[in-house]
């Protein structure tokens, strides 16, 4: 079980789920399960020996007719999700999909925060999360690109008690984000240049270069160089729907 405050769960919304799931078995080998939720709608859980690790779901016609692009969403666990979403309201924050139950697995809310960057609030019951974490093909850090990182930081140690200081001798204004003792991620500035506040997903990868060179030859691009962050190397990636992603390679927690 997570504890309040923690990255728990990934899903993707694309235009073309077959596509999407072709692409990212391809990339990081994953086992498929097309799970039903609906007439012809399928939920895809993802695996890695037989651990879940994320999911692969048709993009909200509503979503598709604003023009949305495919994007990977992240999800916070909460013990309250109507509580936080609340909260979240007074902050400043848009609740554009109030609280609602998901089945038995839980109870979730779709929010975005004061700088457009969005996020979902999950409650568990019998998805508690994801059930494998920093290793290879899964998800290893969410990175909030704002450009306010100082008012970012604000709302969301308002809103989860997270703690946030900037990384000593960055290149660049780099926060990290603490929930009680563990680190849960980051703040920066938009890469590229330019782009919308979001969430950004990393997976765990054995080693960057080979890694894109499959992202490129599975019809995937790169979205920016390289880089080096000491601990290990990154890459910012789209996947042929358009959703990006980041791609590390280095140290992780166990």
């Known amino acids: 079980m997570y504890e309040p405050g923690t990255f728990s769960w990934i899903d993707l919304n694309t235009t073309d789920q077959g596509a999407a799931k072709a692409f ?41 007719a604003a023009g949305v692009p495919p994007m990977w969403n992240s999800y916070i666990t909460v013990t309250d999700a109507d509580a936080v979403a609340d909260s979240a309201k007074l902050l400043g924050a848009t609740v554009h999909a109030p609280p609602f139950d998901v089945m038995q697995a839980g109870r979730m809310a779709v929010i975005q925060d004061p700088q457009g960057a969005f996020f979902e609030l999950w409650q568990p019951r019998e998805h508690a999360g994801a059930a494998l974490v920093n290793a290879p093909g899964s998800l290893c850090w969410n990175e909030l690109a704002s450009s306010d990182a100082e008012a970012s930081a604000t709302f969301y ?68 160089e390289p880089f080096d962050m000491g601990i290990g190397h990154t890459v910012i990636v789209r996947d042929p729907q358009g959703a990006a992603f980041a791609l590390y390679a280095g140290r992780l927690d166990s």
């Open 24 to 64: 990212y078995v391809g990339l990081f080998g994953w086992e498929v399960e097309d799970m039903p939720v609906g007439d012809g709608v399928f939920y895809s859980m993802v695996s890695i020996g037989s651990k879940r690790v994320a999911a692969i779901s048709p993009q909200p016609e509503q979503q598709r």
């Open 157 to 224: 140690r308002d809103l989860f008690g997270w703690t946030i200081t900037a990384l000593e001798d960055s290149p660049i204004p780099y926060l990290i984000i603490h929930n009680g003792e563990a680190t849960n991620g980051a703040i920066s500035q938009p890469e590229p240049t330019g782009a919308p506040p979001h969430w950004l997903v990393y997976f765990a990868v054995a080693d960057v270069e080979p890694a894109l060179a499959k992202v490129a030859a599975l019809g995937g691009a790169k979205l920016a």
